[in-house]
């Protein structure tokens, strides 16, 4: 009886010091993605001014297996979802023609993040395209862990739609 409340003690304790550092982790993060696409930053913006038109080359769209619904505000500024992790809001705070779109998003527990889509033109035919975003993930002790993995991910995502959006804007 006594290993047994010594293996369950040894066990708890792991699990406290793991959960205590988690907790003392950094949960904020800023990321970024940039790309040169052969198009002027006229063409790459009518394709970011609206959400709707996200749905071209945003890998959060309906053609997604996890996006159940997906409603547009009648300006498309905002728009909502509902997928199988949650529900989610997006809305533009700030549109600069043919420079930048500005948007915060907000998903399940998560806190808000902010986001910027920046258009620098490099020449005629040339654009890079920079995707940055900034917050902070929920608390929690295990939430500081996952940090790392956030960010990663979100950046093979925002890859994806820059990559689409060359596509669409130089065939």
């Known amino acids: 009886m006594i290993y047994w409340l010594r293996l369950f003690g040894l066990i708890f304790l ?12 950094p949960r904020s993060y800023d990321f ?36 159940k619904s997906l409603e547009y505000s009648e300006d498309g500024l905002s728009q909502t979802w509902t997928d199988e992790r949650g529900e989610g809001n997006l809305w533009i705070t ?28 490099l020449n005629a ?21 996952f940090g790392p993995f956030f960010s990663t991910g979100m950046k093979s995502h925002y890859q994806y739609g820059l990559s689409k959006i060359a596509k669409i804007v130089a065939p």
Request: net charge negative; proline share 6%.
């Open 14 to 25: 792991v699990i406290c010091v793991i959960a205590v550092i988690g907790a003392l982790l």
């Open 32 to 67: 970024e993605v940039k790309q040169t696409i052969s198009a002027s930053p006229e063409q790459i913006y009518q394709e970011i001014e609206t959400l709707p038109k996200w749905q071209a080359w945003s890998q959060w769209s309906l053609e997604s297996e996890t996006v």
């Open 94 to 121: 700030e549109r600069n023609e043919s420079q930048s779109v500005n948007y915060s998003m907000t998903f399940a527990n998560f806190p808000e993040m902010k986001s910027t889509i920046e258009l620098t033109p």
């Open 125 to 145: 035919r040339s654009t890079e395209v920079r995707w940055r975003s900034q917050g902070q993930l929920p608390g929690g002790p295990f939430y500081g862990y």
